[in-house]
């Protein structure tokens, strides 16, 4: 009985900490959510969902405006995973007939009937199965259903057609209405702890002016008010409304405003949208089909003027600007080579790692406990002039450095391997100072490698966003420098692909 109280509780504050995620916005004026509701809509996604302004809403996944988005949430104690034969079994979702897709298809026929503009999202702490087909039918970048893959094939004797064969016969239709339906659909993945998602709520609240409860205090009572107010009848809440709710609450709070945020994006986070708290957002997701650049001039030729013009119309009048790089590691160095080090410019990054906290070279007094920078060099080819750095912080990337080197790359004559002393890993970088330190000291190895006259310096990354900004601020120090991305996902054989050349031709 205790185990299931908690259950639910958890499950209550799950649902109750996203809302206030994307209800929170409403206070501020540049957020494109102008309405949010909660435990109210189409059945089994009637957890939550947003509306946004349409003059400024994100776009869907091919590109056209997404009006509104309903969220079902669901949580669960202990970790697991789920699949596609999950969303047909009613029990999945703790009911006696409808399944969650059933209930779906329901709500697209009344909501979404050509199936664009809206969409209808699965929220949960549940991984998608490693093994499971419909992985690899889920963006990782907006976590909607990838049509081309649900469709990779043309009979059922396949993955995708056995997905496919599946969801027709249980709902009973035809393929084209099939489609119609997966294209509404959207999964998120939330990784974070409850106490994390509280965390992220205090650094949001303090931004839009509301009450701030410490973190040492057990009780949070946003999570019960929504609950209140639904008992209330107060489902729906447009930006007026909802100011004035909270001022009769009491939650209202002095607003640390701060610098405008700018937000710069080629994957998107599960729940949390830049263009739901940022100012602008550059959106280059349609350069890539998951995490695989479309085409490889696209960097030089599209990219990077983006992403420069962006950048400089963010800091042309602010001294002081708050970046959020949902990015690949070569637009963080570049958006660094940008706004370099002699730009006069204060930075803030919004660092994801366990939590989201902001980074800046001076967030922290230096302390020398911190991990160093280890330097080691290898000779690869010694009549060859490249350099090549293998720089793991969250990794330790030399060997498969080393490997593409001895492969690919012929005119790599030596690998310099950097990574901190205690060992790469998630926590190897404590701060914005820290990484700021870092990025000195590999730039100072670097420095020092090519004074044998290395023609052009080869990076391989695996870092923290803002380290990899602060490193690309020195752009200049380290001279001509490419950038290379890792394939995680596999597609690619687990290598590197050469990115962006810098400076550009």
Request: proline share 5%.
């Amino acid at each position: 009985m205790t185990q299931a109280v908690t259950v639910r509780r958890d499950g209550d504050t799950f649902q109750s900490r996203l809302f206030w995620w994307h209800a929170a916005r409403l206070l501020d004026p540049n957020s494109p959510i102008i309405r949010v509701g909660f435990e109210t809509g189409p059945k089994s996604f009637d957890d939550i969902w947003v509306e946004y302004d349409p003059a400024r809403s994100a776009a869907d996944q091919y590109g056209d405006p997404l009006q509104r988005e309903h969220i079902q949430c669901k949580w669960h104690v202990t970790p697991d995973s789920y699949g596609y034969a999950h969303l047909i079994d009613p029990e999945f979702i703790n009911a006696n007939a409808r399944s969650l897709l059933q209930r779906a298809r329901e709500a697209q026929l009344v909501h979404a009937p050509q199936g664009s503009g809206i969409r209808f999202k699965l929220v949960t702490n549940w991984r998608l199965d490693r093994n499971d087909p419909l992985r690899e039918m889920i963006g990782n970048r907006s976590g909607a259903m990838r049509l081309e893959r649900l469709y990779g094939s043309s009979t059922d004797n396949s993955k995708a057609g056995a997905v496919r064969k599946a969801w027709r016969e249980h709902l009973g239709i035809d393929e084209a209405e099939l489609r119609i339906l997966a294209r509404t659909l959207a999964f998120g993945e939330a990784t974070d702890t409850l106490d994390a998602l509280r965390d992220h709520l205090d650094i949001l609240f303090a931004y839009v002016g509301l009450r701030r409860v410490p973190a040492y205090q057990s009780a949070f009572p946003y999570d019960d008010v929504i609950f209140q107010w639904m008992a209330q009848g107060r489902l729906e809440f447009d930006r007026a409304g909802f100011r004035a709710v909270c001022a009769r609450e009491d939650l209202l709070g002095a607003s640390l405003g701060g610098p405008r945020v700018y937000g710069v994006k080629s994957f998107e986070h599960a729940f949390d949208r830049l263009e739901e708290r940022c100012h602008a957002v550059l959106d280059l997701i349609p350069s890539f089909d998951e995490r695989y650049i479309r085409s490889d001039a696209d960097w030089a030729m599209t990219l990077y003027p983006a992403l420069r013009t962006f950048l400089l119309s963010a800091a042309k009048d602010q001294d002081r600007l708050r970046l959020a790089l949902d990015a690949h590691v070569t637009l963080a160095f570049a958006a660094g080579s940008i706004i370099n080090i002699k730009s006069g410019r204060r930075v803030e990054l919004e660092q994801r790692s366990t939590d989201r906290r902001l980074w800046s070279a001076d967030d922290a007094i230096s302390d020398p406990s911190w991990p160093a920078l280890v330097a080691e060099t290898a000779e690869l080819r010694p009549d060859q002039p490249d350099l090549a750095v293998a720089l793991g912080l969250t990794h330790d990337v030399s060997a498969d450095v080393r490997q593409y080197c001895e492969t690919a790359l012929s005119n790599v004559g030596r690998l310099l391997i950097l990574k901190p002393s205690t060992g790469a890993g998630a926590q190897s970088v404590a701060c914005g100072r820290h990484a700021f330190e870092l990025a000195d000291a590999a730039t100072c190895a670097v420095r020092a490698e090519r004074l044998g006259g290395a023609s052009l310096t080869h990076l391989f990354i695996a870092a923290p966003n803002a380290f990899t900004f602060f490193f690309g601020q020195r752009q200049i120090a380290l001279g001509s420098v490419r950038l290379y991305e890792f394939d995680f996902d596999g597609a690619g054989m687990r290598s590197y692909a050469p990115a962006l050349t810098l400076p550009p031709p």
